[in-house]
């Protein structure tokens, strides 16, 4: 470490790292496993960041989707008749007729929102997927003193990263854009505004 220092107190410096193993048994230990481990914590990172990301994509997914049952079971709710039977839209009084047009209105738009988010959290768990094999490829490229391995698992995080963030955009866009959003089509109706 300091040899310097360690010399005027009269000790040695130490020449090489020593692991035990056992009583009696020593090996030379070398620093390419520590230096891997240390090179794998940005993907890693990259990898919980994009798990938590697509875990919340998920969750929105479940919830859009319960959205849309309610729905269809308000719909089923305001054509059904006294006696169990389908109604027509015109045997329903104007205020459910209104609600009926806003669901049919509605249930399209959700659907392609909820479609979008699966496509999103496809592609960040495919990325992920990358990820995990960078930080494999690093492991071999460190340890090995690969720079095949090194330009493979650069590539791989690469990949991984863009695939990270076309998942987001593809999220953003569906939320950016006005036509996409159910207050939108309700007004579009003339229902609200």
Known sequence: ?????????????????????????????????????????????????????????????????????????ERLSILRGPHGEMLDEEGVPPVDRERLSEIRVLTPRMNRRIGR?????????????????????????????????????????LVGMTGVFAGIATVLVSYARPTNSPVEAIRRMGAHG
Do not use: K
């Not at 020593?18 to 990172?45: E, N, T, W, Y």
């Not at 990820?131 to 391995?149: G, H, K, P, W």
């Open 1 to 73: 470490m300091f040899p310097g220092f360690l010399g005027r107190l009269g000790v040695s410096a130490p020449r090489g790292r020593v692991a035990r193993f056992g009583l009696g048994h020593h090996q030379q230990m070398g620093l390419s496993s520590v230096s891997a481990i240390a090179d794998m914590v940005a993907p890693v990172v990259l990898i919980t960041l994009a798990t938590i990301f697509a875990n919340g994509l998920m969750a929105a997914s479940s919830t859009l989707t319960g959205d849309v049952l309610a729905l269809y079971r």
């Open 117 to 157: 988010i699966r496509i999103a959290i496809v592609i960040i768990w495919t990325a992920v997927g990358l990820l995990v094999l960078s930080v494999a490829a690093i492991a071999v490229a460190v340890t090995a003193r690969s720079e095949a391995f090194g330009f493979t698992a650069l590539a791989l995080v």
